[in-house]
């Protein structure tokens, strides 16, 4: 434990500050979406550019290419808030036997071609690692999307692999950062199911 904490401390320590603003940019997007405000989207765009040349630097090709995605959806998500924010928002539900065929197709599918891609493409040495984390995340994202409880399943098991990777790579403010995003993937879950359960609650009464 204490080898750990010592190795925490120095990469710490290690930490450039294209990371630091990176990660508080993140930390921003994620505190802006939860109050509902529209500047969560250029906090997320410029803190997701920031992440993807880091990724690259230290060879985590999947999970550039992921952030990549991350950017493409801010962009439509800030035009899309700024022609529909009046309309109300699609209801949150629990995911059908398809739409769990299609995430775990996503997924697994995923895995098998990023890896395949890492492998025999780019110079990287976690492929499957590294291809897990971001299939299960393009996965997760999907389901977000479409307004399903299961989303924040497969975006904490994305998570939840993504934290030790990172540290390996050195990237410990990531890892913190994606710490934080699990503990608020949780929060999301229960807040979804609880919506979920009132809304099948008004249906019966």
Not at 43 to 52: M, Y
Not at 125 to 152: Q, Y
């Amino acid at each position: 434990m204490h080898s750990l904490l010592n190795l925490f401390i120095e990469q710490i320590r290690e930490t450039t500050w294209v990371q630091w603003l990176a990660v508080v940019l993140g930390v921003a997007e994620v505190l802006l979406a939860r109050v509902n405000n529209i500047w969560l989207y250029p906090a997320g765009i410029l803190g997701t550019a920031l992440s993807i040349l880091l990724l690259m630097e230290a060879q985590l090709y999947a999970e550039s290419l992921l952030n990549v995605y991350y950017i493409v959806m801010s962009v439509y998500g800030w035009i899309y808030w700024i022609k529909k924010r009046d309309q109300p928002s699609v209801k949150v539900t629990w995911s059908t036997k398809t739409e769990w065929i299609i995430s775990l197709s996503i997924s697994l599918g995923g895995w098998a071609v990023l890896y395949f891609l890492l492998r025999y493409f780019t110079p990287s040495n976690v492929p499957l690692w590294d291809a897990f984390v971001s299939s299960t995340a393009w996965a997760g994202m999907w389901l977000l999307a479409r307004r399903k409880i299961e989303n924040w399943i497969f975006l904490n098991i994305s998570n939840l692999f993504a934290v030790p990777l990172l540290f390996y790579k050195k990237l410990p403010m990531f890892a913190a950062l994606t710490i934080f995003l699990f503990i608020v993937a949780c929060f999301g879950y229960f807040d979804w199911k609880r919506k979920a359960v009132k809304k099948d609650m008004r249906f019966e009464t």
